[in-house]
């Protein structure tokens, strides 16, 4: 049967069955059994030190009070309640050969935070339990913000972000290098003035129960730029002349607002000054740290040309071309005509011009200063007269003036026309004083002076005797007959006949008749 034993007190007891029959009874069947009968433990443990900068070893002390028991196990636990600073894993180790499972373990605490020990202890009794808290500091840690690129004479505040982990912070101590004032113990140092320019540390150092921790940022402290500016075309132009001006020795530009200026940002402009002008740029730093700087560009004024006079040539003919120059800066050393095709020396300030049509020529005068003054020379070319000095004739050789015809043009106001040649007068008489072919030149000026001239002959031969025949008396019948004269070919003139030779015998009387034959003089 089954049988219940209450125990009092704690200990180990034998418990012993025998069993027997009617077949057993001088030798009964024996059983033992050990029951330990046990209480429950007192858990306790004290540790050296439950606070420390780390790492540090915590070494447990199990005041435990265990009392009689049978079978007792150990089982220490680490629960992170929370990590500080740099901890990012559990920051912890059991060391010195010891576990989890030891009576008395040593831990290393490696990261700074709030961690709680427990140590349980189990036996039939149940599950017994006592928990310490540790606190892990450390040195501390922060942040120094990053300061801005300044301008010499700026101030800056400098700050940061400090972690005490877990331990009071005993001190803050800044040191400004190149900085009034050139250092602090407050945690908020405020405003720090950079007078001079340069790289210079900011530093910070910070202590703690722990240690002292210290870092260093640097603050860049930027001069006023020191720029130039050049002029591609120099300091000194001729009037309506440009220059590229360029400036070097900022980061970015801004020019002071000008009408001649083509644009007012960026490092080079064009300028087209009407006069002496002074240009003003102010230059930045990355920081926007300004400076100013000027440029003065003087003008020179261009020399003034124009025509000596009006030009004017007859086709064929030419011209001495000039110009009076005045202004600018004498000497004049250079002259340049175009175009040059038609100029003995485009070059000279008196060139010859020979244009086969009326043309404008270009002039530039280069002054003493290299400005360069323009002007245009027209010169107007007026064509030739048509000349015609008539057909050529005959004339007999008798010393009689024929005065010449069928030219043209014929002289009118202004104009003049003139014969030239043998046995010609200039009004174009010609009296023949041998036979022979006589060539004759009539020259014509007209209006604007222009002169051409045309040729034409007289061929002089010895006269034709002319012979009428005998004289006639015929009937007044109105007969009409022919004269045939012995030197056939001229021409009859007087009453009753006509120029062929054909009378007409109508009126009695005595009457004459003439017969001519050849001609001019």
Known sequence: DNQSHSYTAPGTYTVTLTASNACNQNDPSVFTQEVCIEEAPIVAFTADPFIGCAPFTLNTVNNSIVGDVCNINYAWDVDVNYLECTGTNPGFQFVGGTNTASAEPDIEFLSSGSYTVSLQMVNSCGIFTDVQNVTVQDEPEFILSTLPTICAGESVSPSAIIDDCLAPILSTDWTFNGGTPGSSSSSNPGSVNFPNAGTWQVELEVTNACGTVSQQTPIVVQASPIMSIT???????????????????????????????????????????????????????????????????????????????????????????????????????????????????????????????????????????????????????????????????????????????????????????????????????????STGTFTLTYTFTDVNGCVNSDQMDVEVIEPTTADAGTDLEVCADGVPFLINPPTPGGSWAGTGVDPDGLYTPVTSGLFTLTYTLGGGS
């Open 231 to 433: 002029s591609s075309a120099g300091d000194e132009l001729c009037a309506g002349q440009s220059t590229v001006l360029t400036a070097t020795g900022a980061q970015t530009y801004s020019w002071t607002f000008d009408p001649d200026l083509s644009t007012t940002s960026g490092s080079s402009t064009t300028a087209t000054p009407t006069g002496t002008s002074t240009y003003t740029l102010t230059g930045y730093t990355s920081a926007g740290c300004p400076a100013s700087e000027s440029i003065t560009i003087d003008i020179n004024p261009l020399p003034l040309v124009v025509p000596s006079g009006t030009f004017e040539v007859c086709a064929g003919n030419c011209v001495d071309l000039g110009v009076n120059v005045s202004g600018g800066q004498a000497p004049y050393t250079a002259y340049s005509w175009s175009p040059g095709g038609s100029l003995d020396d485009p070059s000279s300030a008196t060139p010859e011009a020979c244009p086969l049509v009326s043309t404008n020529y270009n002039v530039n005068v280069t002054d003493a200063n290299g400005c360069v003054g323009t002007s245009i020379v027209p010169v107007d070319v007026n064509p030739l007269p048509v000349v015609n000095a008539g057909p050529n004739t005959q004339l007999c050789n008798q010393a009689v003036g024929e005065q010449l015809t069928g030219f043209s043009p014929v002289p009118g106001g202004g104009e003049s026309g003139v014969w030239t040649g043998p046995n010609v007068s200039s009004g174009g008489v010609f009296t023949p004083s």
